[in-house]
């Protein structure tokens, strides 16, 4: 591994995609289920890689091709000796529901005061996660690593080579049930950062609000609070049309920050940068004008304006738990017509019929102007809605009705790409 890091500290830039190749890259030749990186490699040395990571014998006396026993591996392995390097703060964050929004703000915030190295993206998974570690420079200050995970075990692991000493779970909500085995599942594989951080006398940012956070939380002796009351750090809402506007009071920060984020459920996510940043001593000044200065993209609670018509657009993802407070969200607000475009719910195992009947008896109680399901078990449901197969069939749909003067919400998981009705 020494050689190996020792090559790394002269070409910085690891990468897994030929794709995005830039001469000088160290290519690592990962495999999956349906692709064999390996194949690539001497394309990517023909690229300008300085070197190519293999763990199978390409029959090439190619003297930058170094074989190792299994490329994934050495990757994270290659992460966790880099990240042993440096003895700063190494925040992680999990959660179901709007960890990345979470993220950015956090970023966001930070990177006012200090250098700070985040996660790009949502590059969050077992190849992300080290990648992200790796691209964190010399000069870094803080780090922000975000970590998803959708069964047992897996945050575990992104904690033995990330070695976060600050941790946060915003949230534990229905997502991935298929591979988490149900919500007590999910608390548990997102409690493996508690149960690392405890373990190694971290700290962490909690949620007050949310009793199974406290309960999960508990033997964790270094605590920052934050929530609606009862904590360091508290905030409540002060309006919600069109953008999130909240008050905020603490020891170190006492006023109001308006933001462009849509949604009332973004205020723990605002909360939770505000309490992080005052940890950190970023002045209250610049905490408040890092996060109003924050607009959200790639389909994230995304206010867009077309014509006459209000769009929030929410398609990057979608659980129960999330649909339900974007639906209510949306009910709340004071609009003449309002239109509602939900995407099926992806990862849902057995619990996939009853929640997407769950979300259609939620709509069945609020007046909408139109209602459109698509795909997913959304096919399966009790309803007498507009339904279709795809979001593209949606998208004709939408052209035909020509719509002015209303409120549109498209929500729905990452595999039914539900922005593509706009």
């Not at 700063?88 to 956090?106: C, M, R």
């Not at 996660?119 to 080290?130: A, C, K, Q, S």
């Not at 004071?334 to 057995?350: D, F, R, T, Y």
């Not at 339904?387 to 595999?415: C, D």
Request: aromatic content about 8%; proline content about 3%; overall charge negative.
């Amino acid at each position: 591994m020494k050689e190996l890091y020792a090559l790394y500290l002269k070409y910085p830039n690891v990468q897994t995609d030929t794709r995005k190749l830039r001469v000088g890259d160290i290519f690592f030749a990962l495999k999956g289920e349906h692709y064999n990186g390996n194949l690539f490699a001497k394309k990517a040395l023909e690229q300008g890689a300085a070197y190519a990571v293999i763990d199978e014998d390409l029959h090439d006396h190619d003297q930058r091709l170094i074989k190792v026993d299994h490329v994934l591996t050495t990757l994270q392995q290659l992460a966790l000796h880099h990240r042993k390097q440096f003895n700063i703060p190494f925040l992680a964050i999990t959660g179901s529901n709007g960890k990345t929004t979470t993220k950015e703000l956090i970023h966001a915030v930070l990177s006012s005061t200090y250098k700070t190295s985040t996660t790009e993206g949502n590059l969050n998974n077992h190849i992300g996660v080290p990648l992200t570690i790796l691209k964190v420079k010399p000069d870094t200050e803080i780090a922000v690593i975000e970590m998803g995970a959708n069964h047992q075990k897996e945050i575990a692991s992104y904690c033995s080579y990330t070695l976060p000493n600050f941790g946060l779970i915003n949230n534990c909500g229905k997502a991935h049930l298929e591979g988490f085995g149900g919500i007590e599942g999910v608390r548990k594989g997102k409690g493996e950062l508690y149960d690392f951080i405890r373990s190694t006398d971290g700290t962490i940012f909690i949620n007050t609000d949310y009793d199974y956070l406290r309960d999960m939380s508990r033997g964790i002796s270094n605590q920052i609070s934050y929530g609606t009351q009862n904590a360091e750090t508290t905030g409540v809402l002060i309006a919600s049309e069109p953008f999130l506007k909240v008050q905020i009071s603490s020891t170190a920060f006492n006023g109001s920050i308006a933001t462009h984020l849509v949604g009332d459920y973004n205020l723990p996510n605002v909360l939770a940068a505000v309490s992080t940043g005052i940890h950190f001593n970023v002045p209250a000044n610049d905490i408040k004008k890092a996060i109003e200065n924050y607009i959200p993209t790639n389909s994230r609670s995304q206010l867009i304006q077309q014509g006459t018509n209000s769009i929030i657009l929410d398609a990057y993802n979608a659980n129960p738990s999330s649909m339900k407070a974007a639906i209510e969200n949306f009910a709340r607000l004071q609009a003449p017509q309002k239109v509602v475009m939900l995407g099926g719910m992806a990862e849902m195992g057995e619990a996939s019929m009853e929640e997407h009947q769950a979300v259609v008896d939620l709509l069945n109680q609020y007046p909408w102007h139109e209602v459109v399901l698509v795909g997913g078990d959304f096919g399966k449901t009790e309803h007498s809605y507009n339904y279709f197969q795809t979001a593209s069939e949606a998208k004709h749909w939408l052209q035909l009705q020509e719509l002015n003067h209303t409120h549109i919400l498209i929500k729905g998981s990452r595999s039914m790409k539900m922005e593509e009705v706009l």
